[in-house]
């Protein structure tokens, strides 16, 4: 018991350590303060009528009405009736605020993979620290990318799952692999759950050659097995999710091509169900870029980032009289990035830590296990695919020919595989050094490799800054990006003083240089430090203990100082202040004063199709999401954009908010908005899609209908309109919808609600009727004469026979979980007495 209680103390240290660091790194949130995260705040308005349906019913609706007309709110926030599945994240994340949780869970998650691989207490503290602090993570976490960062920390416990296969602990390997599958695809983030199957493959690859040249067929086959059944509950388990979703590609820019022609001049490269080539390769990180793996701000870091008051920008402004405080403020969010992605700007690069990318580096020198070659594998395959457009051989033909690449965008992304793969072969690189199976001289040999190699590189790295012109202005008028946008908004703000402006940007070209030059010097401060402790190791002045304590307190300082340049205290901030975004405008109070609150603002203030905040107030003709649904997209494109009035009326925008004469939003009333349904005087029947679009150019929506042929069949012939006839809206509690209609003849009525066939279905007193497409997005159909209530309902199959089978999957993998973890509770006890007999 005594032996036990020892071995298991130290592992209890370092999962402490591991808590204690997150919660000191985010000490603000446990203070009660909040994150400020943009992308966070979007989703708030895209969510905020479906949190309030949640609050009212206990559950969130199938569907939203506050963005884009109409979408299904499974999209934005997935939830089912049962909540049992949530009870394992909330004891793993010890009901830790928001983000010391997700560090907290990456960090033991890579633990127990280092665990798994035979790593000490020591070595996996490393790891854990190296894969969860690497810079990516902090920047995602302060954008508000939580799917992404979640998706991240369950990763290694899938592949930790998996390791346990391999090593013949079947049943438990299997059930830990189900697990971490399970919540790692319940993310939500596809893109991430891609690249774990990327890396899977290659292990899968690795594996079954390591096996076969050992001749271990047997176990390469039962391996196989059990993993495809750990992905089949993975993927069961979140069938819901998976389903829907599914579903929703088939109609959406992601998935759905669009039944139209393309424009004169549009993209040609959409393949068949995924997005445009020019759209998916936007944020492709340079080839040279990559070297920020090992050097953090070598292109300048954040597009928004900050300078202290000894740079040349903050000397320049208050030479030029800026006031001191507004001078300090000016350089908290300046344009310091000039790489690759300069058109869209980025939040920060990807840096691994120079600490942790000399330990890989001598991992491949002194790893003699199979693993260390999927890991080259995978780590070339990531710094490859982020690369994008700039190595188009590889990745066009990925995104043309490999399954549902072509729905994923922004490659950059792949750099979270050598973010994980570093990681790994910092691990094991250190477990092979503290082994003893390794000479002295064979150490003196592969250390002089390392310090070579890394220092080589680092110099090639410095020298290539005394070349570098610090730009990225393209200097084309008709493509204007990066610097020339800036210097723009420089001559904006100096009032046409272009000596000024060249000034200013004279000095910010000064500022990435040192910025440039100062990281460089710090990579080799730390190189220096670590070889040197490498070397006295080596030379036994220190022993294992204090080697791996220099290296791993080291990486903590090196990583944690680059962090902090993205996420600090002062990316928190009191509750108070964090919903200030929310405060409604003059204009928005003036909307809500409508006490009828079925209709559509379209706000012409902000970007209205990148704009979430419409929705918190309001239920938007726009919208920010970055699958819309592809009818809509459509329409946006070749009749909103041109704000035709026709269309935002059968939209029945009742509200414009436009910018006032002092620049303050000013809302407009539409009295032209034809409400939520209508009956109208004439069908106008068209040959295609094309057709049906080209109407919408002209055609008075009121009265008029236009209705692609293929519907022909469950639309009868109108006999006469009748002018007393009406129709209107009875009650939209968003799942349902319902609707009053008399009229003295049959009547065709159009809903204005979007058009999306997997679903909704449309009752008349009760009896299921046939409904069509009409004016390429909005729904139609005939209404007999008479007094009658028509409903719409959204019964989405994939959702309630997902349902099903997720809780099926999702309790066979808590039952196979459970059990091996008492079959592992068995087979050590049985071990613990044959020890005592021997």
Not at 514 to 520: G, K, Q, R, T
């Amino acid at each position: 018991m005594i032996n036990k209680l020892k071995s298991v103390l130290p592992h209890f240290a370092a999962i402490l350590a591991l808590l204690l660091l997150s919660i000191l790194y985010c000490r603000p949130a446990m203070n009660g303060k909040i994150l400020s995260q943009s992308d966070n705040v979007q989703w708030q308005g895209m969510a905020k009528e479906a949190m309030d349906y949640k609050q009212a019913h206990g559950i969130t609706p199938l569907w939203t009405t506050s963005m884009f007309g109409g979408m299904p709110t499974y999209q934005i926030a997935m939830e089912t009736p049962y909540k049992f599945a949530n009870y394992i994240p909330a004891v793993l994340t010890l009901g830790l605020p928001k983000p010391v949780n997700v560090l907290f869970l990456s960090a033991i998650c890579f633990y127990l993979l280092c665990v798994t691989l035979g790593a000490n207490p020591w070595i996996g503290f490393l790891g854990a620290v190296a894969y969860t602090y690497a810079s990516y993570s902090p920047i995602i976490i302060v954008t508000g990318h939580e799917t992404k960062m979640l998706a991240l920390a369950y990763m290694p416990a899938v592949i930790a799952g998996l390791i346990l296969i391999i090593r013949q602990r079947y049943v438990l390997g299997t059930g830990i692999m189900a697990m971490a599958l399970t919540y790692l695809i319940a993310a939500n983030h596809l893109q991430m759950t891609y690249y774990f199957f990327l890396i899977l493959g290659v292990v899968g690859i690795a594996y079954a050659i390591y096996c076969i040249r050992e001749r271990l067929f047997r176990h390469l086959i039962i391996s196989g097995l059990l993993v495809l059944f750990a992905i089949a509950l993975g993927v069961g388990s979140n069938a819901v999710s998976l389903w829907t979703t599914y579903e929703y590609s088939k109609e959406s820019t992601r998935g759905g091509a669009s039944e139209l022609t393309p424009l004169p001049g549009a993209a040609q490269d959409k393949p068949q169900g995924g997005l445009e080539r020019n759209y998916a390769f936007r944020w492709s990180y340079g080839k040279f870029e990559t070297f920020t793996l090992l050097v953090p701000d070598i292109y300048g870091g954040s597009s928004s980032g900050s300078l202290t008051k000894n740079s040349e920008t903050y000397k320049k402004l208050s030479a030029m009289g800026v006031p001191e405080n507004q001078a300090e403020q000016l350089i908290q969010r300046w344009n310091l990035y000039w790489g690759n992605q300069s058109e869209l700007g980025t939040s920060g690069p990807v840096y691994l830590g120079i600490v942790v990318c000399i330990l890989a580096l001598l991992g491949l020198f002194i790893i003699r296990s199979w693993h260390k070659w999927w890991l080259l594998a995978i780590s070339v395959l990531g710094i490859v695919l982020a690369w994008g457009s700039n190595f188009a051989a590889f990745n066009y033909f990925m995104f043309d020919y490999f399954p549902l690449y072509n729905k994923f965008r922004a490659p950059s992304q792949a750099l979270i595989i050598p973010q994980f793969s570093f990681a790994l072969l910092a691990v094991l690189a250190l477990q092979e050094l503290v082994s003893g199976k390794l000479s002295k001289e064979e150490i003196k040999k592969k250390l002089q490799w390392t310090g070579i190699a890394i220092t080589g590189l680092l110099l090639i790295i410095y020298a290539a800054s005394f070349s570098a012109n610090y730009t990225n202005a393209t200097h084309d008028p008709q493509r204007p990006g990066g610097d020339d946008l800036f210097q723009s908004e420089l001559t904006r703000m100096l009032q046409g003083n272009t000596q000024l402006v060249g000034e200013l940007m004279s000095a910010l070209y000064a500022d990435r240089e040192e910025l440039y030059h100062s990281d460089a010097y710090r990579a080799l401060f730390f190189t220096g430090l670590v070889l040197l402790i490498l070397w006295l190791f080596y030379k036994g002045r220190i022993n294992r203990t204090w080697m791996l304590a220099g290296v791993t307190v080291l990486a903590v300082i090196d990583l944690l100082q680059v962090d902090t340049r993205y996420l600090n205290s002062d990316s928190f901030m009191d509750e108070a202040n964090y919903s200030r975004p929310f405060q409604a405008s003059a204009a928005d109070q003036q909307i809500l004063q409508d006490r009828d609150p079925h209709y559509r603002v379209f706000n012409l203030t902000a970007k209205p199709f990148d704009d979430a905040m419409t929705s918190y107030f309001h239920k938007s003709v726009g919208g920010y999401h970055a699958a819309k649904l592809q009818l809509y997209a459509d329409l946006i494109e070749r009749q909103i954009s041109r704000n035709n009035l026709q269309v935002l009326n059968m939209l029945n925008t009742k509200y414009v908010i436009v910018p006032g004469a002092d620049g303050q939003p000013v809302a407009q009333r539409n009295p032209e908005a034809l409400g939520n349904a209508w009956f109208v005087k004439h069908i106008v029947w068209v040959k295609n899609a094309d057709e049906e679009m080209a109407m919408l150019d002209h055609m008075n929506t009121r009265d008029s209908v236009v209705i692609d042929e293929r519907y022909r069949e469950i639309v009868k012939s109108m006999t006469m309109y009748d002018s007393t006839g009406k129709i209107s809206l009875a009650a939209n509690n968003l799942n349902e919808i319902s609707y009053i209609s008399n009229s003295g003849t049959d009547q065709f009525a159009v809903f204005s609600e979007v058009y999306y066939r997997q679903g909704w279905k449309a009752y008349i007193d009760g009896k299921e009727m046939p409904y069509c497409r009409v004016n390429y997005v909005l729904r139609g159909m005939m209404v007999p004469a008479g007094t009658h209530t028509i409903l719409f309902r959204f019964e989405p199959k994939a959702y309630y026979a997902g349902i099903t089978l997720s809780m099926s999957s999702y309790i066979l993998m808590l039952l196979l979980l459970a059990g091996g973890v008492l079959l592992n509770i068995r087979m050590n006890k049985m071990n613990d007495t044959k020890e005592k007999t021997v």
